[in-house]
């Protein structure tokens, strides 16, 4: 729900309890200071309410980092390999395959 929506939604909530309504721009930072301050939580965020013990949990996905090479440089074939590893399985039988990819400097 963005800034011009809720503008709308306060628009009417106003009329009907003679308020002077606000802008587009100041509910756009109204909302910014609220993400600032963390009182509004991330959509992405799984949310659990615990009723035995009254508590809210919000937990958010981390991101892997990926493997990167860093400052290595590559001088000649072979110095530089990159494993994969992935697992095919079918029914009961479970294969391992293994891919290898050498990586290039150019």
Known sequence: MGQDTLKVLLDEFC?????????????????RYLKDKNEIPNPKAKI?????????????????????????????????????????SSFKDKVWFCLCLQIFNK
Do not use: H, W
């Open 15 to 31: 009329e009907g309890r003679k308020i002077k309504s606000l802008s587009a721009s100041t509910i756009a930072r109204i909302i």
């Open 48 to 88: 659990s309410f615990y009723a035995k013990t009254g508590k809210l949990v919000i937990r958010e996905k981390k991101k892997k980092k990926k493997l990167r090479r860093g400052n290595y440089t590559p001088y000649s074939p072979g110095d530089l390999v990159q494993m994969v590893y992935f697992l095919c």
